[in-house]
């Protein structure tokens, strides 16, 4: 079996086409998550939060040979961790509104039974006892 027939046979498995449409979907996805964020749920938080920016937080360790400070930039970190944390909220919120539309109708709980079904179960309780 040749290389490019042993390629084309994976290739077009089932299971690397739905890889690639899910990548794509999922990089579509990103960018509307990415949109929600940044120009929905940011310019709401903006007011609450005021402006929160660790970016420039950090302490100097040693400095290089051409006399520039050795800085460890944990802010930029911290920065990535509070944007990370809301962004994860806000997929977390969307998913479970999703999840809420697909979910089937309530079902209406069971009826107590009817005074025959009752007579019925008890007669057959006392046969069975017998």
Same mark, same amino acid.
């Given at each position: 079996m040749s290389i490019a027939s042993e390629? &084309?046979?994976f290739a077009v498995?089932?299971?690397v086409i739905d890889l690639a449409v899910g990548i794509v979907i999922?990089?579509?996805f990103g960018k509307i998550v990415s949109s929600l964020v940044g120009d929905v749920v940011m310019p709401l938080l903006a007011p609450v939060l005021g402006s929160i920016n660790f970016s420039d937080l950090a302490f100097t360790?040693?400095?290089d040979a051409a006399g520039k400070p050795v800085l460890v930039k944990y802010g930029?970190?911290?920065q990535t961790c509070f944007e990370f944390l809301i962004i994860a909220l806000v997929v977390f919120m969307v998913i479970k509104a999703i999840n809420r539309?697909?979910?089937p109708p309530a079902v209406?709980?069971?009826t107590a039974p009817s005074r025959t079904d009752l007579l019925l179960q008890e007669i057959r309780d006392?046969?069975? &006892?017998r």
């Open positions: 390629f &084309k046979e498995k089932g299971n999922g990089v579509a360790v040693a400095t930029v970190f911290l539309m697909k979910r209406a709980p069971p006392f046969l069975a &006892k």
